[in-house]
């Protein structure tokens, strides 16, 4: 059997939303104790890596992508303690911890802003991006991504700062190598305390263009945001290559870099093992296919079976082994469900969510399973804006009203399709009150689906997403073929289904996947005939006198077979 060239290429993340996840003293907010309490579930799963969303002390405007210490964890989550045992318990049972790495941006509560901001010749003054006003205005037209000017003025200098997240984001100014010094000291020191990599938010927003010239205003959404002079800027190579140096080549960890708008060359520079500087990234293009990039100017469309199949194996040829290499998630915290978006969260709902599944587990790439997706979690529909506390979704809102004169109910319907809220409800651990999150009121409304939808009840079905999951897992865990097999697209224009192989020397995987709540006849094509196809997962009961080369698929049906060897 072939071995795994880096630990991570056979690895499943799943990804911890430390406040929905689950809460152990009854504050209704989820916490490190609460992460402590689950680790068994997490191994019976089947993960090899948690990578845990921030637990750093925060005002918490942004849900904690807003820190203001990089050294301590807040007190709602618990203690370094706490997340010393959380560690311990996590590699007793042989799984990684990866943290969150935010560093864009802080808090403008961390010590170095509020220092920054007090006087223009504070030594922390170009830890941050400082402008006087053009004309008694904005330095530029940038717009933030939560809404408004990307400019906050601050009476006490006269000046404005940088923030392409919330005003309480402020950018960190890369230029300053005192700044990337600063962020390098403190990886050491996560990574002398245990942790086995990061998880970097929006990491290729770092480097911004030089004298961030004006966005031309003719072009919408991104590029009016002024996306293209601080998206994948011109330093950005550099300052990862510079991390590389001094700190992630001094490790044997997993690096994964949040990266919006980039393509599948910048990527390939990125993650190429020898050359570049981080081990995959988080793509977003199929993220998009379904509405605006940017949350606030989110839209919805219908999305075409067509268009991710393109962005699939576009992704899968460009980072072929030895180029780059990818990583595959279909939800986060910031994303809608899956299951509500590209499935069927209706009477198909299991068996979209194990189709999904299938498609993220059969793809080359470390795939990134996202709390409660496991168990096939679905979008809320929560009644009113009062029940939403996402700053892009609120912001959102108020914006649209205030400038388009939108219509509310209009809003509403858009957030129940778009807003980060949908993956931030708790986590549903069971049919007893909050769904087993929380003793007390939990900090959003818990989806009123987990009497039916929830952990236990999936535990007990054997037929459950979980237990597909958990197959898929141990698929990926047991045959190279699923790590390495070279992907390639079959009957590539069919309108319902994707069907795809994988090879590896003299055997080949046969994934064919029914994206609709149709029943197209899958046709086997020339080439791929084999004497005893094996199928190896599959989200129906076998039908007697099933024949692989003219298959009626069932709606939302899943198989993959061993062809050969
Ligand atoms: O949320 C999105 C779409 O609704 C994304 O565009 C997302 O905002 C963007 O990719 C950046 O996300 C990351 O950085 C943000 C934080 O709010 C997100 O939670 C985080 O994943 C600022 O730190």
Redesign the pocket.
Same mark, same amino acid.
């Given at each position: 059997m072939m071995d795994p060239m880096a630990w991570w290429h056979d690895a499943v993340a799943y990804q911890i939303y430390p406040r929905s996840f689950a809460d152990s003293d009854g504050d209704g907010m989820g916490d490190l104790k609460g992460i402590l309490s689950k680790v068994d579930y997490l191994a019976e799963l089947g993960v090899d890596v948690v990578w845990l969303s921030p637990v750093y002390p925060s005002p918490m405007a $942004? #849900?904690g992508? $807003?820190i203001a210490d990089y050294r301590d964890v807040d007190p709602l989550f618990g203690t370094l303690a706490d997340l010393d045992a959380v560690i311990a318990a996590l590699h007793a049972r042989g799984i990684r911890l990866v943290m969150d790495l !935010?560093v #864009? @941006?802080t808090s403008d509560e961390h010590p170095w802003f509020v220092q920054s901001r007090s006087s223009r010749d504070n030594p922390y003054r170009d830890y941050y991006i400082w402008r006087p006003p053009r004309d008694g205005r904005e330095p530029n037209n940038w717009l933030s @991504?939560f809404g408004g000017s990307a400019w906050q003025y601050d009476e006490a200098t006269g000046d404005y700062y940088l923030h392409l *997240?919330s005003r309480k984001?402020p950018d960190l100014n890369w230029e300053n190598p005192k700044v990337r010094a600063e962020v390098y000291d403190m990886m050491h020191w996560w990574l002398r305390q245990g942790v086995d990599g990061f998880r970097m938010? !929006?990491i290729n927003m770092i480097s911004k263009a030089p004298g961030l010239p004006d966005a031309p205003a003719t072009r919408p959404g991104f590029y009016q945001w002024g996306g293209q002079y601080f998206v994948n800027g011109p330093r950005l190579l550099e300052f990862l290559a510079e991390m590389k140096r001094e700190v992630l080549s001094k490790y044997d960890i997993l690096t994964v870099g949040?990266t919006?708008a980039v393509n599948t060359s910048q990527a390939v520079q990125i993650t190429n093992e020898e050359t570049g500087p981080l081990n995959m990234l988080f793509q *977003?293009e199929h993220m998009d296919i379904d509405g605006g /990039?940017?949350?606030r100017r989110?839209q919805r469309r219908a999305w075409e079976l067509a268009e991710l199949k393109a962005i699939t194996t576009r992704w899968q040829r460009d980072l072929e082994l030895g180029r780059g290499w990818n990583s595959q998630y279909l939800s #986060? @915290?910031?994303?809608p469900r899956p299951v509500s978006r590209f499935g069927d969260d209706g009477p198909c709902r299991a068996e979209s969510a194990k189709l999904l599944g299938t498609f993220l587990h059969m793809l080359k790439g470390t795939p990134y399973v996202y709390q409660g997706e496991e168990i096939g979690m679905t979008n809320v529909a929560l009644p009113s804006i009062d029940d939403y506390r996402d700053i892009?979704t609120l912001n959102m809102y108020r914006e649209r009203i205030s400038e388009e004169g939108a219509d509310p109910q209009a809003l509403m319907q858009l957030i129940h399709a778009?807003s /980060?809220d949908n993956a931030r409800t708790p986590m549903q651990w069971s049919d007893g009150p909050n769904a087993g999150f929380t003793a007390g009121t939990p900090w959003i409304k818990v989806n009123p689906n987990y009497r039916d939808i929830n952990v236990e009840k999936a535990l007990t079905d054997p037929d459950s997403v979980f237990h597909y999951y958990q197959r898929l897992i141990e698929l990926r865990h047991t045959r190279p073929i699923v790590v390495y097999g070279v992907y390639d697209i079959i009957m590539e224009n069919h309108p319902q289904i994707y069907a795809f192989t994988r090879t590896l020397e003299d055997e080949r995987l046969l994934i064919i996947l029914n994206f609709s709540g149709e029943e197209p006849v899958f046709e086997l094509p020339d080439g791929l005939e084999a004497p005893q196809p094996r199928l190896l997962i599959a989200n129906y009961p076998v039908r007697e006198g099933d024949d692989l080369r003219r298959l009626e698929l069932r709606p939302w049906e899943a198989r993959v077979y061993l062809l050969g060897a």
């Open positions: $942004d #849900n992508y $807003d !935010v #864009n @941006h @991504h *997240f984001q938010d !929006v949040e919006p *977003f /990039r940017w949350g989110s #986060n @915290h910031d994303q892009e778009r /980060r």
